[in-house]
């Protein structure tokens, strides 16, 4: 009996150690599981974020940039997209075709890099909360995206909605398990990104459900202490402009008054309690809320933003605050994007010219584990020969910062010069403006004393609009220094608005200054506008509104050769779209050998088949049907134009296969 109990006993410890081992094996795969396919990157904010695909400056970013990023030992990049305005709209918000040409560029450099992309839906307000009835947007635009890159590599993910808000746990959780669904209708290869009500808090995921689809990726952001990393914020309600030097960790010592317009508010409770959340253990505190979140259920997790901003904090306590949370997060196996790259909370030293060879905060990189790449300090040299201002797109080292009520459209399709666009500009008010920056800083002063000049196209739709075009000099730290402008103003004296085309070459010469507008006031000419340092072009309607009138520029150049020629002899009186695209079918849809397009209108059309770059490939003309070979074009996405005699189109995007 003695041996026998051995032997059960022994052989039930051997069971033991089995499934303990078994059970060990299990939740080792379990917690690999849980690991987000990457670990730290970079927010790319301000450029997908638009009121409308006509804003987006396609060219703000470019491959290198993308491999520059990589540089620094990124593996992923959070692409925040104002997505629901690249659409047409209420009520079936269809995203516009121009959209998907300008987003596969990112997508592909993506690809190309093997750097994983977040597609991250950020048509959000922070003042305003989430309406129950975003779920009907939501359902309507995510299943296009999920379409259109359906085939594409896995490095490519989609998250539903940043930072909803205003709305309840249980309204949101179920809103965003029906677009999981909607998306997952399409594609199933994808993964998705969720998140909690509350601004994505870490502190409401526990009232978010694990939900069925195990292809999902949990993530929160993290901005506590709030009262340290945005400090100076004008946006939050109360604004917090005024705080400024709040330290971290803190210190009695080292602590600012309360401003005045912060008292008796929700701010004045959280500077009262600064003492215990301004602390080291209470960030890790906070963050382990979200890593409780991630082991206890099994799930992956993501932070998706952090940071400070940097305009009233202290930079030494920013760095500090920086390296307590990225390396945390790190330990606590959680991947990770940082808000932002270029921006307020960015990794550039503030005022400077965001140059990634110049400008790193190479202590901001250092606490967030970055590779340092070396820097030189950057100076201004004088332009020798002229450059690109616009030609179908913004040139390098410009950015659009247009201000006022008017339509601007960098994309216009209504009979350009040449190539696939123009720039028009409709229902401006008095001082709006076109307003392109330099960056950096612009030294025209050489190809002034070469006569060189600002040349372009311009039309317009009745004479009794006019308007200025300005170049702005940089204010500098000089005393009784201001942003002087220099000045030309065009009206139907100079120029005929007879809705054709007109060229104008301008000498850089016959610009006049005028004066400067600083702190609301205005300052009468000095003599002081200085060439050297040119921070922006502006075209303004500085006389009088546009009321119903509407201009269009095209092929803006600073240039010595007065060579251009009118190419487009059409006339415009206003945007001719032909919205009905049942007149015409373009088939087969995928597309592998051939396309067949046939109208059903009279008359003679021209088709012309686009890149995702909005480059021609093949332009034609047929009466009724006719049949392109497409055989030699690499599978991808293409746009297919189609227009009338009277100008007005159709475009069609259609998917060439292998």
Known sequence: MQTLYFFKKSSRIKNILFISVLLLIGSFGKLQAQEAPFRKGINLTNWFQAASVREVQINKYTRKDFEQIKSLGCDVIRLPINLHYMTSGAPNYTLEPLFFQFLDQPVQWAEELNLHLILDNHTFDPIANTPPDIEQILKKVWP?????????????????????????ATQWNAIQQKVINAIRAVDTQHTIIVGATNFNSYQSMAEMPVYPDTNLIYTFHFYDPFLFTHQGASWVEPSMEPLAQMPFPYQATNMPALPATLKNTWLESAYNQYSTDGTVAKVKEWIDVAANFKNTHGVKVFC???GVLATNSPSTDRVNWYQTVRSYLEEKNIAWTTWDYHGGFGLFKPGGNDLFHHDLNIP?????????????????????VGFLIYDDYLGAGLSNESYGSGNVNFYSPDLPNNGNYSISWAKAEQYNSISLNFKPDKDLSELRKKAYALDFFVRGTAPGVNFDLRFIDTKTTAPNDHPWRAVITLDAQKVSFDGRWHHLHIPLTDFAEQGAWDNNQWY?????????RIDRLEITSEHAA??????????????DQDTAQVRQPGTVTGTKKNQNKSAVHVYPNPARNHLTIKAETNGKLTYEILDNLGRVLLRNSFQSQTEVNILTFPAGVYLVKLTQTDHSYTIHRMVKVD
């Open 144 to 168: 296009q995206v999920a379409q259109h890159y359906r085939n594409r590599s896995n490095l490519l993910y989609y998250e539903v909605l940043n930072e909803p808000h205003g709305i309840s």
């Open 304 to 306: 998706g933003e952090f």
């Open 364 to 384: 901001l990189l250092t606490a967030l584990g970055f590779n340092l790449p070396p820097q030189t300090d950057f100076t201004i040299k004088p332009d020798t």
């Open 524 to 532: 009468n000419p000095e003599g002081k506008f200085d060439w050297r």
């Open 546 to 559: 546009f009321n119903n009138n509407q201009l269009w520029f095209d092929n803006v150049y600073l240039t």
